[in-house]
């Protein structure tokens, strides 16, 4: 039995519609080599305290590739190895880079002050920006993107460090997130994704 025309005409508009949509999702089309996470965890969004003292949200880094951890300055290995590696990778995309931002997400906002983070985060890159605020802010944004963290007993001189999770969240221009890593993981992975997003293109 054939179908009738209006519903080969329906059956012709669907399959457009599909193809209109397969071609407008470019998370399809990007060979990322570290974790995709396209589709599968919420778009950047936030509101703290830039090292500048000014309040911002995700929406202010729009138009930015993102790449999104969290630490605290007071860390003393995870953190400092961690931004070290994206500065040598910011320096490696070139030119590309100054489409890029790196958001530094204190845990430990008791501590971390906007002046604190600013002179910590521009010691390793000055595309890197420090981000602080409301405790219950940093905590809903940490379970936003499945983090974790946790203030350790304080030690006889009043110190203590903070157990925190060390993932690494990559975020398109448009505030999507695209790429999941860890410090383990290569390097040259990073470049290669973080190049992909900024240039649609595959790296030499």
Request: aromatic share 8%; charged share 20%; hydrophobic share 40%.
């Amino acid at each position: 039995m054939k179908p009738l025309p209006s519903l080969r005409l329906a059956l012709l508009l669907l399959l457009l519609a599909f193809i209109a949509l397969s071609g407008c999702d470019s998370s399809q089309k990007l060979p990322f080599r570290l974790t995709d996470v396209s589709g599968h965890m919420p778009d950047l969004d936030f509101k703290l305290t830039d090292d500048h003292g000014k309040p911002v949200t995700g929406a202010d880094y729009r138009g930015k590739v993102v790449v999104l951890y969290f630490g605290y300055t007071h860390c003393p290995d995870v953190c400092p190895l961690t931004l070290a590696q994206l500065h040598v990778v910011m320096q490696r995309l070139g030119p590309l880079a100054d489409k890029a931002r790196i958001l530094f997400v204190s845990v430990d906002p008791a501590r971390d002050t906007p002046a604190v983070m600013h002179a910590y985060v521009n010691a390793f890159d000055p595309r890197a920006i420090g981000l602080t605020g409301d405790a219950r802010d940093i905590e809903a944004l940490s379970k936003r993107y499945r983090s974790a963290y946790t203030r350790e007993p304080s030690g006889k001189d009043g110190s203590y460090e903070v157990s925190h999770s060390s993932a690494i969240y990559v975020f398109d221009s448009k505030g999507g997130a695209r790429v999941l890593a860890t410090p383990a993981d290569s390097q040259d992975d990073l470049v290669h994704d973080l190049h992909l997003l900024l240039d649609n293109g595959t790296p030499s």
